[in-house]
């Protein structure tokens, strides 16, 4: 949890930045209005009441306390139906409005409009992907500013939940149906997006971004910020990682390169080390793997064994549960996740590590 404290606060642009003693932070959605002021509503109607029996409470210890030992106790009134009415009728009075508040914000955030951006959600202990009408798929979630955005999420194992706190927005990702959550975003930015459903091991590292792209790009600033692109041009940014200025090396695509950073963003680096070492209840380890690649050697498996190759590889990826290694459990697969040149730069990336 420390580590992932010290993750947040390292990166400026994801700092919550708060505002006029506002609880959240700086809202970006069109729901913020709506959130802010049903909370601040609950919140102050709490502060009144609780200064003012409060306040009664130490007025009625000093102007009843017993003065001297000879003072008698005076009997207590046991019934005042004016009394008993108002504080009936006032608290029924302001729980009908936080009521009407809350429902017309609920029903607000559970009617999508019909012209919704759709974008998938797959979430998986511990990683998000989030999957384009293009068929890209990346592991931070990208949309565009001034569009409402519909997500259609589910989960390929246990219960999580997504949470982005700018917008306003949260809803549990279930196994074995689809959830939905809309919004639309007011300005172009990057925030964070928790998991908030606690899922395991490392459900704390459970981190990614929401990054808003303006509608259009920004002439002045640098070609391979992702802030400075507009939504289509980032969408060809994403879809193919063979034109990614990250992944070149003297003006060539490096697979390595794209490789070590899919390690990352595919969540791989959640239950797979790049050491001979295990993770606890993870994968198997890349290093003996690329030694096992680089030889030929055979894996063994729970019902024989098979050559290590670029096949077996690719296999494991999209069908990991065809082969399963010896003392190793499942692994979710990533069948129309990943398409063939990032499986292609996985494989080199894993062939690069050394003894």
Sequence with gaps: MTTTLLTLLANDELVPKWANWNM?????STFGPAVDGAFNFIMWVCIFFFVLVCGLMVYFMVVYRRRTPNDKMMSSPTHNTPLEIFWTVVPSFLLVIMFARGFAGFVDMRTPPADCY???VI???WSWTFQYPDGTSTNELHVPVDTNVRLTMRSDDVLHSLYIPTMRVK???VPGRYTYLWFKALKPGQQHLFCTEYCGREHSMMI???VVHPTQPDPNGNEDALLNMDFPQWLVYASDITRNKNFMTDGKFDPVKAGAELYKTKGCSACHSLTDQRIANGGPP???LSHALKTGEEIQLQDGSV????NYVRESILAPNAKRRTGYGNMPSYQGQMKDPEIDAIIAFIKSLDK
Excluded: G, R
């Design 171 to 173: 809803m549990d990702v």
């Design 208 to 210: 990614t971004k929401c």
């Design 286 to 288: 890349w290093l003996p």
């Design 123 to 125: 979430a998986k202990k």
């Design 118 to 120: 759709d974008i998938k």
């Design 307 to 310: 050559k290590a190759d670029d």
């Design 24 to 28: 959240f932070p700086e809202s970006n």
